[in-house]
């Protein structure tokens, strides 16, 4: 069975929020549905994107979704496993949601409990390839559960990347941080850090949240 369509809240942010202005080629790496690649296609008409997922099913869904999409002579998707993608270019952009890298800090019986296409990726392996695949002034951009931020970006200076800005997202006004939208290059900057709240006490989305992405949710 495919999945359907599910417009995830991690990747509608990233997808919004990460800067790829000046791409020419993007790499979706864990594609899924094909969400976060529709987006860089709508908001980046001069880029050329592949996607990528391990999983078959949610390979032949984005192909599907794509196919369906404005945007579709523009956009490739590929059934592969992160470690066997060998294109013939480089990527000035790379981005990826990844729901099912194993957390690096889990015990292991928390491993099995991973989203059912889950493949033992973990950061190291993640940070590797977008090295690998990642041209000399590129970005990459993630989003990793919040309290994981300091260890991804330990890991990732290990590859010579390093944070140029940085998104904390907060539930509620009242919760703490639970996500972590980064950008990271290969040349140490200034961070900035923002912050973005989803919605107040009272259950509504708050304004910047609603004029980060209600352009996508019109269009999806």
Not at 98 to 105: G, I, Q, T
Not at 123 to 150: C, M, Q, W
Request: aromatic share 10%.
């Amino acid at each position: 069975a495919h999945c359907a369509m599910k417009v995830n809240t991690d990747g509608v942010l990233l997808g919004a929020w990460a800067n790829a202005s000046e791409a020419r080629r993007i790499l979706d790496i864990g594609t899924g549905t094909g969400v976060i690649a529709l987006m860089m296609a709508q908001q980046y008409s001069a880029a050329l994107i592949d996607a990528i997922d391990i999983d078959a099913g949610a390979a032949e869904q984005a192909k599907t979704n794509v196919e369906g999409s404005a945007w579709n002579d523009r956009l490739c998707v590929y059934h592969s496993a992160l470690q066997d993608f060998k294109p013939e270019y480089n990527y000035d952009f790379i981005i990826s949601n990844p729901p099912y890298f194993v957390n690096d800090l889990k015990p292991d019986n928390a491993r099995k409990s991973v989203a059912k296409h889950s493949v033992d990726l973990s950061y190291d392996e993640l940070l590797t390839n977008v090295h690998r695949l990642l041209s000399e002034t590129g970005t990459f951009a993630v989003v990793i559960p919040y309290f994981n931020k300091v260890l991804f970006l330990e890991k990732a200076a290990g590859f010579g990347l390093f944070v140029s800005s940085a998104l904390r997202v907060q539930a509620r006004e009242d919760k703490v941080p639970y996500l972590a939208l980064l950008q990271l290059e290969r040349r140490k900057g200034e961070e900035l850090e923002e912050e973005l709240v989803i919605q107040t006490l009272s259950g509504e989305y708050t304004a910047e949240y609603k004029a980060l992405t209600q352009a996508f949710y019109l269009k999806f």
